[in-house]
């Protein structure tokens, strides 16, 4: 745990500059403040004031003053600004004039989430798996067409190249002298698909470093004239990417893991069956958050590693939520991996549903639907077509949300109204476009 007096001292003694106050609009877009190091101990004291009329999802323009509050455990230094103007981050949360955690900020609503686990004696952990692409950059519109930085696949060493492997060791380098601990990394399926595989941990800790890396490896990609999306599927020539959550709670005092239960078949305690079956009942209403664009729609259900069917199974592509396999005397790495959330989520609002979500199973003791193994969907594939799936857009998935209470309230009404109000405008505009395949389509046929 950092103190005050412990960023103090750092700043010091590592000459920073600068400091960036960070805090993300209801979309997870990151917004920051910089100021001159020297003010440092007052902002630490009392705040520094902000206008968050223009922020999406904020306050009008009549109640814009707010102040940012900085959460000194997630002071870092920013490792690609140079050692003329170093300079350092701190995230924090918004807080009204009146002293008072402002409802509009998603840190706060999953803060929020994790007390009332406290309330019910367990805290929640998460570990992540961050999918991107890197791609080069090219001509006018640096953007198009998009060229994958290598031609590699799974596990593969990039084609041709050192430099990508360069670049892999650079961000894992720049992660760690922020403090962020990545347990591996590795080449995904996509010919410039990379995976990132975030040290399990507390959910708003691990939420901070999210949102720091996603921050990180643009500014490294950049610095090599390299594009890094975290898109769910930037191109219909490549596959989507994903933000895998691997979840469990444990004994708010012991810090014991309370989905174990090694006597089960599947190795889960009654807690977790109650805690899985709330997330599925729910899955519909958390896409919405988990898969938040309209791109999103187009990732899930075109692999196995994106399912759609609203289940759970040990082994089975076609399960929304996996529950791995753990070996004898490594019980307390009991998880169950949720697989529809992608990287454009909101960090913060993504595990405050999930975890709002399965607390309501545990609250509401929730019956558990049988697993659907792989093996019985090759004896029966007509089952598949009883399960239910999760939405095939945008649109569907805001309906969901707009009618499930347990997740509306994990949200509250300021951001749940915002937000739903910002998504439903980015779906209508898309629905308003007409793209180059209706015109190469359509156009002569009719």
């Known amino acids: 745990?950092?103190?005050?007096?412990?960023?103090?001292?750092?700043?010091?003694?590592?000459?920073?500059?600068?400091?960036?106050?960070?805090?993300?609009?209801?979309?997870?877009?990151?917004?920051?403040?910089?100021?001159?190091?020297?003010?440092?101990?007052?902002?630490?004291?009392?705040?520094?004031?902000?206008?968050?009329?223009?922020?999406?999802?904020?306050?009008?323009?009549?109640?814009?003053?707010?102040?940012?509050?900085?959460?000194?455990?997630?002071?870092?230094?920013?490792?690609?600004?140079?050692?003329?103007?170093?300079?350092?981050c701190l995230i924090c949360t918004v807080y009204t004039l009146h002293g008072e955690p402002f409802?509009?900020?998603?840190?706060?609503?999953?803060?929020?989430?994790?007390?009332?686990?406290?309330?019910?004696?367990?805290?929640?952990?998460?570990?992540?798996?961050?999918e991107f692409f890197l791609f080069r950059?090219?001509?006018?519109?640096?953007?198009?067409?998009?060229?994958?930085?290598?031609?590699?696949?799974?596990?593969?060493?990039?084609?041709?190249?050192?430099?990508?492997?360069?670049?892999?060791?650079?961000?894992?380098?720049?992660?760690?002298?922020?403090?962020?601990?990545?347990?591996?990394?590795?080449?995904?399926?996509?010919?410039?698909?990379?995976?990132?595989?975030?040290?399990?941990?507390?959910?708003?800790?691990?939420?901070?470093?999210?949102?720091?890396?996603?921050v990180a490896l643009k500014a490294i990609a950049q610095r090599h004239d390299l594009l890094c999306t975290f898109m769910p599927r930037p191109s219909a020539d490549l596959p989507g990417s994903g933000m895998h959550t691997h979840?469990?709670?444990?004994?708010?005092?012991?810090?014991?893991?309370?989905?174990?239960?090694?006597?089960?078949?599947?190795?889960?305690?009654?807690?977790?069956?109650?805690?899985?079956?709330?997330?599925l009942a729910h899955a519909r209403a958390m896409c919405a958050v988990l898969a938040p664009i309209v791109n999103s729609y187009k990732r899930l259900g075109t692999s196995f590693e994106a399912p759609i069917y609203v289940t759970w199974a040990h082994i089975n592509r076609a399960a929304l939520i996996r529950v791995p396999h753990i070996m004898p005397g490594k019980e307390a790495h009991t998880r169950?991996?949720?697989?529809?959330?992608?990287?454009a989520s909101n960090p913060y609002l993504a595990a405050a549903v999930m975890l709002s979500?399965?607390?309501?199973?545990?609250?509401?003791?929730?019956?558990l639907p049988d697993a659907l193994e792989e093996t019985l969907v090759r004896q029966d594939r007509g089952r598949l077509r009883q399960l239910q799936v999760l939405p095939t857009s945008l649109g569907e998935a805001l309906d969901a949300l707009s009618q499930d209470d347990v997740i509306l309230t994990a949200l509250g009404p300021y951001v749940s109204d915002r937000y739903i109000a910002a998504k439903r405008q980015e779906f209508d505009e898309y629905n308003r476009q007409v793209t180059p395949w209706e015109?190469?389509?359509y156009l002569s046929c009719y």
């Not at 840190?107 to 992540?128: D, F, H, N, P, S």
């Not at 169950?336 to 990287?343: A, G, I, Q, T, V």
């Not at 979500?357 to 019956?367: E, H, K, N, P, V």
Request: proline letters at 5%; charged letters at 25%; glycine letters at 6%.
């Open 247 to 279: 979840q469990s709670l444990h004994d708010l005092e012991t810090d014991e893991n309370v989905f174990a239960d090694s006597s089960d078949e599947y190795g889960l305690s009654q807690t977790a069956r109650y805690f899985l079956a709330g997330q």
């Open 137 to 214: 950059k090219t001509g006018d519109h640096p953007n198009m067409p998009l060229l994958p930085q290598d031609e590699a696949s799974y596990f593969d060493v990039s084609s041709g190249a050192s430099a990508a492997h360069g670049i892999q060791r650079e961000m894992l380098a720049a992660l760690a002298e922020m403090n962020i601990a990545a347990d591996t990394t590795h080449h995904e399926i996509g010919s410039g698909q990379h995976e990132i595989d975030f040290h399990y941990d507390e959910a708003l800790a691990l939420a901070d470093k999210i949102l720091t890396a996603r």
């Open 357 to 367: 979500a399965g607390l309501d199973g545990i609250r509401q003791q929730l019956s």
């Open 103 to 130: 409802i509009g900020d998603p840190r706060t609503v999953l803060m929020r989430a994790i007390e009332q686990a406290a309330e019910m004696r367990y805290r929640y952990k998460t570990g992540v798996e961050l």
């Open 1 to 88: 745990m950092m103190t005050k007096e412990a960023v103090l001292a750092a700043v010091d003694e590592q000459n920073v500059r600068f400091i960036d106050l960070w805090f993300t609009d209801i979309t997870g877009m990151v917004k920051s403040v910089t100021v001159p190091a020297a003010r440092l101990p007052e902002i630490l004291t009392n705040g520094s004031h902000f206008d968050g009329s223009s922020i999406e999802g904020f306050a009008r323009v009549a109640e814009s003053d707010m102040i940012l509050v900085p959460d000194p455990n997630t002071y870092t230094v920013l490792p690609w600004v140079s050692p003329e103007e170093r300079t350092a």
């Open 336 to 343: 169950l991996e949720l697989r529809c959330p992608d990287p």
């Open 439 to 441: 015109v190469t389509r």
